[in-house]
């Protein structure tokens, strides 16, 4: 059994006004740091969920299984739901990360990959702040994969209280949502 992940990269940006994944920051897709992080923390292969003709498509094309998500525009649970369907046999827990969350730290998907059970949730936290990514133990894979509707795996996990991995990385709760956003996150890297 193998710990994966998942990037959710299918979102409409409705807040943002346009492709936010495709925004430059500091010379690379926002899109493209998330990705990154999880080749860095020693994840081969994971799923990565877009939209059907998705310029983004061709950032992951070869490094990454690509989910085509047709119903993209209802939600992140319809995403959620098409890439953890995806998941291979073989793997014991899912890493879900946010493409709009380019500051998580390979070392933090470590931990993650390292404290995950198939039977177990494990969120990361920040200062008494919970974040993203999630490891999602394979035995929670069916409820993922029934989600609908813009509500990712929050019902879960008020049903099944994640077990808490305290870390030292401000990344798990930056997440890129509106221009103030990401102009901030573009002063960050200066």
Same mark, same amino acid.
């Given at each position: 059994m193998s710990v994966g992940a998942i990037l $959710? #990269?299918?979102?409409?940006a409705?807040?943002?006004g346009s492709d936010k994944l495709a925004a430059d920051l500091g010379g690379r897709p926002l899109a493209l740091h998330a990705f990154e992080a999880? $080749?860095?923390?020693g994840i081969d292969r994971p799923? +990565? #969920?877009?939209a059907p003709g998705s310029a983004l498509a061709a950032l992951f094309a070869g490094r990454a299984r690509l989910v085509m998500v047709e119903?993209?525009?209802l939600g992140m649970g319809h995403s959620l739901a098409a890439a953890i369907a995806a998941a291979p046999g073989d793997w014991s827990a899912a890493i879900i990360g946010l493409a709009d969350m380019p500051f998580v730290r390979p070392e933090t998907l470590r931990a993650l990959a390292a404290?995950? #059970?198939p039977d177990g949730i494990v969120r990361p936290v920040f200062s008494g702040i919970y974040g993203n990514p999630v490891a999602w133990g394979r035995d929670h894979f069916p409820a993922l994969a029934r989600l609908r509707g813009d509500k990712g795996g929050r019902d879960i996990l008020a049903r099944h209280p994640p077990t808490p991995l305290v870390c030292d990385d401000?990344? +798990?709760t930056i997440d890129i949502d509106t221009p103030d956003a990401l102009a901030? #996150?573009?002063?960050?890297l200066l």
């Open positions: $959710l #990269a299918a979102g409409s409705r807040r943002m999880i $080749l860095a923390a799923i +990565v #969920a877009v119903d993209h525009a404290a995950s #059970a401000p990344g +798990v901030a #996150a573009r002063a960050k």
